[in-house]
């Protein structure tokens, strides 16, 4: 077990450098779009249904491939170098299309390595899925803060242009790809698993409404802060949103100990509560910082554990299994922030949260 931690800390110190990276990026790229490129909330709301929905068609594939070649480590490096080395073109981004055509590439490298990563962490984490996903987690919160962290000293203090920032995003990005040169094979690569069955516990309408409802961070803060605001606050703004996904690592623990059903419904009850308070809240920065912690809580908590408990409960071609969590997920994340950002564009945002708050209700009926 001792051996199997030392592989999960290697493939969490390459999510941990992979995030810098991303997170150097990822939160300047809302704001990017709308307010450097011109983009509405509509047209950032399908870019970012169709970034999570690249990210999420792909590890279905890549789940089958990896359980036909074995070689889960390989097809991990691949995803995790398309990642890190497209994210610094945004330099040279000087129209919405390509922008969101790197955006998009991104995500593609972030779905061919998703499920051969989970199925590293779910082999090496054996009877302790939840606790091995959420110590897996917390790097990858970890990364983000520390890359958040960067963007806003960068800008902040010494005034670099975001373009810049987008540039040296090379560099642990870099560092990352080093590191997962050192993690081991699993033995189960040259085995195979003799089962008759999967039994899943989740089904898959639920998946797709835990998809739905799991609407992207930007999509809150373009709202919130200001013009003049944007740019010294977005960083922070997702440095506070993971220092809440963080806090994973000790839900995890909890998700062990619970009855799965049970877990699910009070997180999705915490959940619409927050969809509520985003409405009822008056819209003011520090207001709106608080309830992105919370919402990191919860919107890292119910993306992690469905695939911690498919990768539980899935004994035969577990690969495929998670691949096709992915592919649901991003489907209905891609009607999920779609229809958000329109209700935000054409009715408002407090109307917008109201009708999710009440979907994320609806939803806990088929638990």
């Known amino acids: ?130 606790s091995f996903f959420g110590l897996h987690k917390m790097f990858d919160k970890l990364g983000a803060i520390m890359g958040a962290v960067i ?19 090379f560099i642990p990005g870099v560092i990352a790809l080093i590191i997962l040169t050192f993690l081991k094979r699993p033995k189960v690569m040259y085995r195979k698993i003799k089962t008759k069955k999967n039994k899943t516990r989740i089904s898959k309408l639920l998946i797709f409404l835990f998809g739905l409802i799991t609407i992207s961070y930007g999509l809150f803060y373009a709202h919130y802060i200001n013009e003049k605001e944007k740019i010294i606050f977005a960083p922070l703004a997702y440095l506070i949103m993971n220092f809440g996904g963080a806090s994973v690592i000790f839900i995890g623990k909890i998700f062990d100990k619970m009855k799965e059903k049970t877990f699910f419904k009070y997180l999705l009850y915490f959940y619409s509560f927050i969809f509520l308070l985003f409405s009822l809240l008056p819209p003011k920065l520090i207001t709106f910082l608080l309830l992105i912690f919370i919402y990191g809580i919860v919107y890292n908590s119910l993306q992690l554990f469905v695939i911690a408990s498919i990768a539980k409960s899935s004994k035969l071609e577990k690969g495929k299994q998670i691949g096709f969590t992915y592919l649901i997920l991003g489907i209905s994340s891609l009607i999920g922030n779609s229809l958000f950002g329109f209700l935000v564009s054409r009715i408002g945002f407090s109307f917008a949260t109201i009708s999710f708050s009440l979907i994320t209700l609806f939803t806990t009926f088929f638990i």
């Open 1 to 130: 077990m001792k051996e199997n931690k030392k592989q999960i800390i290697l493939l969490g110190l390459n999510s941990f450098f992979t995030d810098i990276s991303s997170e150097m990026v990822l939160p300047l790229f809302p704001v990017f779009l709308t307010t450097y490129l011109g983009a509405s909330s509509f047209i950032l709301g399908v870019v970012e249904g169709l970034a999570e929905l690249s990210s999420k068609i792909l590890p279905f594939f890549s789940g089958k491939i990896s359980d036909k070649v074995k070689n889960w480590k390989l097809l991990a490096f691949i995803g995790y170098a398309i990642s890190n080395l497209v994210k610094p073109l945004l330099y040279f981004a000087n129209t919405i299309l390509f922008a969101s055509l790197i955006r998009i590439i991104d995500r593609i490298g972030k779905g061919i390595r998703t499920t051969p990563r989970d199925l590293l962490i779910s082999e090496f984490g054996k009877k302790k899925e939840g």
């Open 151 to 169: 963007s806003l000293l960068l800008i902040y203090f010494l005034k670099l242009n975001i373009r810049f920032l987008f540039l040296i995003s």
